[in-house]
């Protein structure tokens, strides 16, 4: 939609235009921009009357300045080809024939030489949307039979588990945590990831409910919670499973509910029972007494509703934990009221979403282990990876593992694509790089993963210099490499009605957005249910007891950390989505560590670079050589270092990736970024 600005006065008239964020954030905002000589001006929340009502009005600032991400020098403009060594940066341009004669000659190439599976395409969540991933691009690598990717940086534990227990069944509208009598806000730290989700427990605190916030480190929201429980990162399940006992043996445990909707009742108690309060209270480092009233206010309260975060799910015990989580609600019978339940992801709340291009039973390359198989031909079956192709993706900054990452990336005989709207860290090491649109120049579908909503997104800007669409690329890549068939769409148009179905795509090109099938904020166990084959929550699924090696809901403990005693975790923070807008940061990026730590190391801020020393963060798998800056908010022996950093914001040009390692989570086969343990020590000035 398109509406001229009043602007009098004024020469150049600037035009608004409604449009929605797709980015890799579960908000999904309804985005008015200001568009002034045919580039963004501003950008802004949608009015109330056109907006998805959770965008209440505002967005985060760092979409707000999105034309520094537009128009920066960092910008791609032009397919370029390398001319200096791998990691140097140092490019030619070329035309976009070239840029695609060149990759088609190299993947045939690969595959003649060595078989398709010689290909490896390399993406994640960098553009959620939902025609910029999973449609042209799998047309594309599918069909010419390339190595499949399991994407499992992020959310992989969690889907595991969300999809065992419930069926991925729709979760509690964020805009009903108003309601809620407790809200526990478990691993998330909205005020940085999701943002709209604060005022809105405000909201239900001014109302009289209670907040409690599970978290390793005082997040702002901790600071307003009424109970803050500090786990050691990893233990989670430890406390869970606590919880979970002490309902079944103090009758708080729903009979009747279980009995009619549930399986693995009996499992889940004798799986618990050896979680006293006290155990707990060991292994997680809390307070027994705090276990205890967060037992006393969960059990008592109604609505009762848990936000499950992805800060659980990053470690060995992720997937246990984030599973004993969401089987509270079903054991504590919290369902079947507004605001009754839990939030993980919401995407479940639409179904039959996407593109579905069989897969030719090809091998499939766990994104954790991207370093393990670029360079080491014994780390999976099949051939070595010849060519790469990164998109919607900056590996080289969120990978596990990244010194393997960076020596894969560097392997002179690999060749290496980033198709990316700038030049990022793993861009430098390209052998070719295209230059891609953001969402404000192409046409996509955004879904919210905490907004239950679709929101058509259209161009509201030309794409600066020649950058090109990911549909475009990959239709025209497949075209080339002689892989389309009747019937594929091609347009935008044809793409929408294919990844939404007609009725839907219908909704969307009437009314711009979609709500959920259930027509309301659906109410869990009322207007939705399991979608497991029985329709009930399996508190105890075969199939993820079959997944985990020492069995679902077992501990895995900590190995001895005399070395490296200090828990590194490396969560979001505002400025940046991922490793997105990171160019931008300005000055150094800190680790941060508790006045405990430091001063145990000798560690004292000092007066020059505004008080903060420099220090060595390593371990077994690298180092980083940054800036350290005191934080009383964590727990004493974890360390943080923001996700996501890119190179020029440490002096080794390493990030959290760096000390991160590239073991599994026990079900899920996801990340364990914050099983990094390292030590610290200082650097002289
Ligand atoms: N140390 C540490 N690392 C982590 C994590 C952690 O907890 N600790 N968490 C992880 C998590 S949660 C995630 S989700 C991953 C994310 O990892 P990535 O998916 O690698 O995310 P981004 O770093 O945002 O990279 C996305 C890139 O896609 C590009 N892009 C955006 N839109 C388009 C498009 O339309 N076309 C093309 N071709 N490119 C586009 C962007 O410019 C950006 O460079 O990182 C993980 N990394
Ligand atoms: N601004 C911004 N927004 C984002 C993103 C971003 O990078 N920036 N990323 C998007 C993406 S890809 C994702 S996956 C989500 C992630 O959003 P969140 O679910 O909020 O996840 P994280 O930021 O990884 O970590 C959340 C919290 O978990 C805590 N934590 C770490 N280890 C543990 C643990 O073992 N147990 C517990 N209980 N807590 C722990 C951290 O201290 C942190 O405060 O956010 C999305 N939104
Ligand atoms: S990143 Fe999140 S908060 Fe920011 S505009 Fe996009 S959806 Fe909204
Ligand atoms: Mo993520």
Redesign the pocket.
Known sequence: MTVPEPTPGEVVQATLHHTACTL?CPDSCSLEVKVRDGRVDKVRAAPPEVAHPLTSGFICSKVGRISRHLYGEDRLLYPARRTGPKGDGAFERISWEEALDLIVSRMTEARTAFGGESVLPLS????NGLL?QDTADAILFRRFGASALARN??AAPSTAAALGLYGKMAGVALEDYEHASLAIVWGANPSSTGIHLVPILRAARARGGRLVVVDPRRTPLAKQADLHLQPRPGTDLCLALALHRELFRRGGADLDFLAEHATGVEELRRRAEPWTFACAAEATGIPEADIARCHEWYSESSPAVIRCG?GVE?NRNGGSAVAAILALPALAGKFKVRAGGYTMSNSGAFRNVGWREPSPGVRIVNMNHVGRVLTDPDAIQGPPVQVLFV?????L??LPNQELVRRGLAREDLFTVV????T?DTARYADLVLP???FLEHDDVAMGYGAMVLHDTKPVVPPVGEAR??LRVFGDLAQRLDLLRKGDPRSEAEWRQAVLGGERARRLAEGGQALPETGRRPIQFVDVFPHTADRRVHLCPPSLEAESARGLYAFHPEASGRRYPLALI??SVPQT????FGQLRSGPVPLEMHPDDAAARGLKNGLKNGGRPRVRVFNGYGEVRCRMRLNPDLKPGVVLLP??VWARSTESGT???AL?PDTLTDIGAG?C?NDARVEVEALTD
């Not at 198709?419 to 700038?422: E, P, R, T, W």
């Not at 989505?577 to 997105?580: A, G, L, P, W, Y």
């Open positions: 890799d994640y969540g960098g553009s910029t940086v992020c992805w990053r998109y919607n993706a900056n590996p900054a969120t198709f990316d709207q700038v990022t891609a649109t953001t669409s990911n490396s969560p989505v991922s490793s997105t996700k996501g990030n959290a990736c991160a990340a970024f």
